[in-house]
């Protein structure tokens, strides 16, 4: 099993500022990585796949970059309605997920 | 509209089981992989089981591997769950998911239900 893990557990940034997010793979995964986007009391919302690919709808204030076992989600200038926990997943081999970022309003 | 509709959740008792629904419309249901992600209370997410869009490969997380069967009917565009040797530690909201690209099984998942709360406790 590819073992994800996340950094921070939680980011407190303010309006406007940029965020940055990490994730890391227990094993290359190439590109086969994509970022969620949860909030509370609704189902996930994919952000990125393919590592840097922005979903249908997504803003282009959120990137995606890294390969192999590497990889960031940044917000360039964080909204109000950005404020939610985001999971990485890795889809290489059968999916994991990692435990997730909260990012919080400062 | 592209959509997932989950049923099936419950309370149920442990060592008992459970069917687990999911209805898509607004695709192609036949040409896409489908998955079972959960999320405990509070918690993050789980995936749990993923099948092929032919049913010719399926898996499943350790965590649930000879207790649960995933299942789909590509004529009634539904996939299923069936969980059986229920434990608590298996409460949670059951979430079917769609995978992204076209008959790809390893996938990022595009479209997710609203879920299916199961709860496993005497």
């Known amino acids: 099993e590819i073992v994800m893990t996340q950094s921070p557990a939680t980011l407190s940034v303010s309006p406007g500022k940029r965020a940055t997010l990490s994730c890391r793979a227990s094993?290359?995964?190439?590109?086969?990585l994509a970022w969620y986007q949860q909030k509370p009391g609704q189902a996930p919302r994919l952000v990125i796949y393919g590592a840097s690919t922005r979903a249908t709808g997504i803003p282009a204030r959120f990137s995606g970059s890294g390969s192999g076992t590497e990889f960031t989600l940044t917000i360039s200038s964080l909204q109000s309605e950005d404020f939610a926990v985001y999971y990485c997943q890795q889809y290489n081999k059968w999916p994991t997920f990692g435990p997730g970022t909260k990012v919080d309003i400062k | 509209e592209v959509q997932l509709v989950e049923s099936g959740g419950g309370l149920v008792q442990p060592g008992r089981s459970l069917r687990l629904s999911c209805v898509a419309s607004g695709f192609t249901f036949d040409d896409y992989a489908m998955h079972w992600v959960r999320q405990a209370p509070g918690k993050g997410l789980e995936w749990v089981s993923g099948?092929?869009?032919?049913?010719?490969?399926?898996d499943y997380a350790d965590s649930v591997k000879g207790r649960f069967t995933i299942s789909r009917e590509n004529a009634k565009k539904s996939l299923y769950l069936q969980m059986n040797s229920l434990r608590p530690e298996d409460t949670a909201l059951y979430y079917c998911?769609?995978?992204?690209?076209?008959?790809?099984?390893?996938?990022?998942?595009?479209?997710w239900g609203q879920g299916t709360m199961v709860t496993v406790s005497s």
């Open positions: 094993q290359s995964v190439s590109s086969n």
């Open positions: 099948i092929s869009w032919n049913s010719g490969s399926r």
């Open positions: 998911a769609k995978s992204l690209q076209w008959l790809v099984v390893n996938d990022a998942f595009d479209i």
